[in-house]
């Protein structure tokens, strides 16, 4: 599997992480002077950003320090707004202990994100492919 797949899939179904991004608005490969942000996630009132940072393999402290490097930006960069700024890091596995970082969470491919997912027919939620009904009980 590719990080660019799991960015597709996300990048058009963001509620698979969260059930309050259905309304966000996705902007991928956002470009920042200190990288790129694989996927920025905006509400609707401008008040709420996510930084969503994709890694095919296990998590590494070297991806933390990559997506805390964005977050630190960001955090700057809305000082003394109401904006508020969290992330996810999304990886294979983890042995990371990240319970200090209030602002990120931490989701795994398969276990927390299908790799692969199936568009309901009824109602066009996407949902992981080894499920055969689909929530709004439309069966696949
Ligand atoms: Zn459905």
Known sequence: MLESELEDILEIHPYLLDPSFKKYE???????????IDLFLISKDKLNVTI??????KLTLASVNQIKRYYYYYNRKYKGTQVEVSAYLIGLSSSL??????????????????????LCPKCST?????????KCGFRV
């Open 26 to 36: 996705v902007l991928r490969q956002k470009k920042i002077y200190k990288g790129r």
């Open 52 to 57: 969503i940072e994709i890694k095919r393999d």
């Open 97 to 118: 202990d990240i319970s200090r970082l209030k602002w990120l969470k931490v989701k795994l491919i398969d276990k927390d994100i299908p790799r692969k997912v199936k």
């Open 126 to 134: 996407a949902f992981d492919y080894r499920v055969f009904t689909c």
